[in-house]
């Protein structure tokens, strides 16, 4: 089975610097997605950032970059320019890339980001 | 739709009630997934559905969870019996066969068993 893991519960980062959020995980499995939703208090979880396993290229949304690490197994997200709105609990999620009958997401236990204005 | 809706957002019961809890997907999507998070944690997987069919429900933790999706639409998870043990928010999401394998979830439940 596979097993995702957030190491850091809690981080903090000043109103406009840059803050890496660390994930790893455990598969057996060649070809799969990875994510990073965010969930602030008390709203729904939203998708921050979705990264194919069998593309290197590390994806980008705006402010929020990951660095994805196949062999390592490490798939990391940084936030640029912080900003208020950012804080929340983040989640690292992974998914099969098989289509049917097996398309649940896998999620971390999370980390809490809190922005210092 | 706009995105998922989950009704009702708040719900508390007394131990040994039945629940139901509903979700309605983005139009169009053909997955429905329900997952059950405790206070603190990640979400955990419950339930899957792709259009009528549940495909996986592996992670129902007891036979008082049942969850149906007759038309492939909208899904129920009913709790028969409610014990403490089963509060907890209960989310819901779906994705469509070109979302990429993302889920998009809805607000969720928050069920309080007293």
């Known amino acids: 089975a596979q097993t995702v893991t957030q190491s850091q519960p809690e981080m903090s980062v000043q109103e406009a610097e840059t803050v890496t959020l660390s994930c790893t995980y455990d598969?057996?499995?060649?070809?799969?997605?990875l994510f990073w939703y965010k969930q602030p208090p008390s709203r729904q979880m939203i998708l921050v950032i979705r990264?194919?396993?069998?593309?290197?290229q590390n994806a980008t949304e705006n402010r929020f970059s990951v660095n994805f690490q196949k062999a390592a197994k490490s798939f990391s997200l940084k936030i640029s320019d912080s900003q208020l709105g950012d804080a929340a609990m983040y989640f690292c999620?992974?998914?099969?890339?098989?289509?049917?009958?097996?398309?649940?997401?896998?999620f971390g236990t999370g980390t809490r980001l809190t922005i210092i204005p | 739709g706009a995105g998922v809706s989950q009704s009702p957002r708040y719900k508390v019961a007394k131990r040994g009630q039945d629940v139901a809890l509903r979700c309605d997907p983005i139009?169009?999507?053909?997955?429905l997934f329900w997952y059950q998070q405790a206070l603190g944690q990640g979400p955990e997987f419950l339930t899957y559905?792709?259009?009528?069919?549940?495909?996986?429900k592996s992670g129902l933790p007891s036979d008082r969870f049942f969850a149906e999706r007759p038309e492939g639409s909208v899904s129920t998870l009913k709790i028969q019996r409610t014990q403490q043990e089963d509060s907890a928010v209960y989310l819901c999401a779906s994705s469509g066969r070109l979302a990429g394998g993302a889920q998009y979830f809805g607000p969720g439940t928050r069920l309080l068993v007293l």
């Open positions: 559905f792709q259009n009528e069919a549940q495909l996986d």
């Open positions: 999620a992974y998914r099969t890339a098989t289509n049917f009958g097996n398309e649940k997401l896998t």
């Open positions: 598969t057996s499995e060649s070809d799969y997605y």
């Open positions: 139009s169009g999507h053909v997955s």
């Open positions: 990264q194919e396993a069998y593309k290197q």
